[in-house]
């Protein structure tokens, strides 16, 4: 059995081949230097590309399975591997960490009004009386309630905010005080605080927050969106930072990536951006890959996985 690598994985490499030696791994750097023989005879692909389209795929006659290095698969063709049996795992949780962290970075950059003493650094202005808000008491609203929204909800408790969610049913979920169904959001939105997006794109999420979305929303209210760009029309945000309906907002995600130098995104003022950094961490390889691992461990003797299967239909 041929596994073929979409990218080279440091120390996860040996971990490979020591679990299962009996295996042939192949590990390429990127799509561009991946040979025609090692298509013909892949059954299994891991990692990760954006240059890894349906054609791509297509050139793969005895694939039988794609283990994803990245949680979001909105870009791959999902109809297509539905339509050839195709399993589909993600890499979603390993991001959960960092993710969680990033989100509070910018919860307590703007609280703490860490950018006005950058700038007063800047300046050379010493402002002693400069005075940030406090996080407990607080309402952060998370779009989504999985691995990386559960992982801020930790965090949030213990910061002493008050944690509510969204999800399909409204459902509830163990580290949220209150969770809102997808039919409730405009009731959720109306009382945040703090709104962070963490959804994929699926067919439901496509433009979910428009303009009404951000008028039910505080003025005071601070928007964060590490999901998906596509949650939210670029010009309607810009409209509700530009118009106040919302105060603030950091954006790691949009629609268009990488932005173009040209992007009227950077000319709002009450916006932060980051180059969508927020997964990026040195081990994530390695995680990526012990969840393979144990995938692997059941589809070699069941043809089947037990973590983090895509449901096709579904997007996630």
């Known amino acids: 059995m041929k596994v073929l690598s979409l990218n080279r994985l440091k120390d996860a490499e040996k ?29 299994i692909v891991i990692g990760y590309s954006g240059k890894a389209d349906q054609k791509f795929f297509e050139e793969m006659p005895k694939l039988r399975w794609v283990a994803w290095y990245a949680a979001g698969v909105n870009k791959l063709p999902l109809d297509y591997f539905k339509d050839n049996s195709i399993l589909l795992t993600n890499a979603s949780g390993v991001h959960a960490k960092q993710m969680s962290q990033f989100i509070f970075a910018y919860i307590l950059d703007d609280y703490k009004k860490m950018a006005v003493s950058r700038r ?12 940030g808000e406090r996080v ?16 801020t909800a930790h965090l ?12 399909t049913t409204g459902h509830p979920v163990e580290e949220f005080d209150r969770v809102y169904s997808i039919n409730d959001l405009d009731k959720a939105l109306h009382s945040a605080d703090v709104v962070v997006n963490v959804l994929p794109e699926t067919k439901d999420t496509y433009h979910l927050l428009e303009e009404k979305e ?20 670029e010009q309607t945000l810009i409209k509700a930072l530009n118009d106040k309906q919302i105060r603030h907002a950091y954006a790691d995600v949009f629609e268009d990536e990488p932005l173009s130098s040209d ?35 059941h589809f070699l003797n069941d043809g089947d996985v037990i973590e983090n299967k895509v449901d096709l239909n579904k997007g996630y």
């Not at 949030?156 to 944690?163: E, K, N, S, T």
């Not at 709002?268 to 692997?296: C, P, Q, R």
């Open 15 to 43: 971990m490979l081949e020591d679990t299962f030696p009996d295996v042939e791994f192949v590990f390429r750097k990127n799509v561009d230097e991946i040979e025609e023989a090692d298509k013909k005879d892949a059954e």
């Open 120 to 131: 007063n650094q800047e300046n050379k202005v010493y402002d002693s009386k400069l005075t």
């Open 136 to 151: 407990d008491g607080q309402t952060i609203l998370l779009l989504g309630t999985g691995t990386i929204p559960r992982k």
């Open 156 to 167: 949030a408790q213990a910061f002493g905010m008050h944690v509510e969610g969204v999800n």
């Open 214 to 233: 951000f008028e039910a929303m505080k003025d005071s209210a601070l928007f964060i969106n590490v999901g998906r760009g596509t949650i939210t029309p």
């Open 263 to 297: 992007s009227p995104l950077y000319d709002v003022e009450n916006l932060t951006i980051t180059a969508h950094i927020t997964g990026n961490y040195k081990d994530n390889f390695k995680d990526a890959s012990e969840i393979f691992i144990k995938n692997f461990k």
